[in-house]
């Protein structure tokens, strides 16, 4: 499990250099035939991560409800974010995989809610969970990288 970790961290970082390598017209941007940006993209990975791993082990989640209804599957940029919300992102973008590693490792996931993602794989643990948000996070990055060539 701890390897699954170290992509996901590795996956964080690059996701971090986009926030802090690219112009935020760059990253804010929709091209046309997309429904929404890098950043939205990168956020998205850091809710969704939460929401998989610890919302459906029943655990609070180290996010604001805030973000979560801002970022959570189905959503869309509806505005650019404020600095102080790209600043916290950027931080929970390798932060929380850490404390997330962290809780695993203390035992903390005992309790998982079966769910069926719309992918059409069900996952029954949190470690299906785990598995599953790596595979996530690639599609995202790949849709990045998409966006990136687009707005450029």
């Known amino acids: 499990m701890e390897q699954l970790f170290?992509?996901?961290q590795q996956n964080r970082s690059k996701l971090k250099?986009?926030?802090t390598t690219l112009d935020k017209e760059i990253l804010f941007q929709?091209?046309?035939g997309f429904n929404n940006n890098i950043w939205w993209n990168v956020a998205h990975t850091v809710v969704t991560e939460q929401l998989l791993i610890y919302k459906l082990s029943g655990l609070e989640m180290n996010i604001s409800d805030t973000l979560v209804a801002?970022?959570?599957k189905g959503t869309f940029?509806?505005?650019n974010p404020s600095e102080a919300e790209f600043e916290q992102v950027l931080e929970l973008l390798t932060q929380l995989p850490a404390q997330t590693l962290k809780d695993y490792k203390a035992?903390?996931?005992k309790d998982f809610k079966t769910y069926p993602t719309s992918f059409g794989v069900t996952l029954n643990s949190v470690e299906d969970a785990i598995n599953f948000n790596l595979f996530h996070e690639g599609m995202h990055f790949g849709n990045i990288l998409a966006l990136k060539r687009a707005v450029k």
């Open 107 to 109: 035992g903390k996931f």
């Open 17 to 19: 250099d986009f926030l």
């Open 70 to 72: 801002k970022y959570r």
């Open 6 to 8: 170290t992509i996901c």
């Open 77 to 79: 940029p509806e505005e």
């Open 30 to 32: 929709i091209p046309e």
